[in-house]
């Protein structure tokens, strides 16, 4: 049978002890503290129902529009929107897809051959294995290190027969933008190579704090290289479930207009993107404003409960974020993070992710979600920090 098969979906289907553990507690009827939920429509935040709808309802009335990049008016508003934060663009610099994920494989088939390899950061989010070897690429990391700020690892680089270079900013979970410096040096050595950047900002509307040296849009700096910059709803807006993204093409004028021009007989190839969802855009855009207002100000506020129930000689660490939704936390390493992230599930009802699911090699580190409502966070992390102290 494994014949009829593709080798890209050659990886196990099989769960690891935690999903097993998780998944026994749950059918058991057990509560749990859950401080790993990234969605952010079942985090109890308020939803602008209203306008959201009447968003569908004034484009309900609108023809099928097939266009591969996306209709004129929601490309203009994605532009608005990078205008919001200070990028200016040109419609023409825009394309539409159906999710971050989709921008993705678009780009992958854009830029790549099959067997060619796809340079990948780590520590980061586990989603670029599979959508590199889906589109028959082979998923190449590089080192992100740590020295009480993220930088990139250069001589972790290997450039052989390379297809693109994904950058996120701000990094999924480590809430690290990428430094001028570093931005600036990675360009130089892609320009150099022949290669794009694909850099993922769907996390930039959601600093922590001041970053002087930081990037916080790419999008709007320049470079000698090809850059696509990933943005979308599911995260700036908090409506994953509307399934919509956007890719901004930068760089040298010649680069941009071929890569368009390619990109657009891929999209017009699938021509994934609802047409209803496009012409609601620039409604959903505004009301998603006041979801990613919520969200700041929750991840802020459990950032902050976290670092007070800390204080100041707790053994557990809480490394430095300037962006994002997560908090890395390091705990002694009498056992590894896996067994960790076992024990406060089983013993005190508490589900968190082990950093090496992040592939974080810093020790035994977890990770929490920011966007947990704060009752549930506030008590989740007092569990752990008691677990800590009694082991």
Known sequence: MERLFSRRLAWTTAENDLARAEAAARASGR???????????????????????????????????????????????????????????DVNQVALTASSSESYALLFKLLGDPGQTVLCPEPSYPLFEYLARLESLIPRPYRLRFDGLWHIDFDSLDFTDVAAIILVSPNNPTGSFVSREDFDRLAGLAAEHGHALIVDEVFADFPLGPSADAVTAVAG????????SLG????????????????????????????????????????????????????????????????????????????????????????????????????????????????????????????????????????????????????GVARLLARVAAT
């Open 31 to 89: 509560p749990l503290l859950d401080l790993t939920v990234s969605n952010p429509t079942q985090v109890g935040l308020h939803y602008p129902d209203e306008e959201i709808a009447r968003a569908f309802a004034d484009a309900a009335t609108n023809p099928y529009q097939p266009s591969p990049l996306g209709v004129p008016s929601a490309r203009a508003a994605v532009v608005a929107d990078y205008a919001r934060r200070g990028v200016g663009l």
């Open 232 to 379: 979308g709803l599911s995260k700036s807006c908090g409506l994953p479930h509307l399934k919509l993204g956007w890719i901004a093409t930068t760089g040298p004028d010649a680069l941009v207009r071929g890569a368009l021009a390619r990109l657009e007989l891929i999209a017009d190839t699938y021509l994934s993107v609802g047409t209803p969802v496009q012409m609601a855009l620039p409604g959903l855009l505004q009301a998603g404003a006041s979801v990613r207002r919520q969200i700041l100000e929750r991840v802020q506020r459990n950032r902050q409960a976290l670092v007070k129930a800390l204080g100041a000689h707790s053994p557990c660490t809480l490394l430095p974020a300037e962006a994002g939704w997560c908090a890395i936390l390091r705990v002694p390493e009498i056992m590894s993070d896996e067994a960790w992230a076992g024990t406060l599930l089983e013993q005190d009802g508490v589900l968190v992710q082990p950093g090496y699911f992040f592939d974080l090699t810093m020790g035994a580190t977890l990770v929490l979600s920011l966007i947990v409502q704060e009752p549930v966070f506030a008590e």
């Open 221 to 228: 700096r320049p470079s000698p290289s090809l850059v696509f």
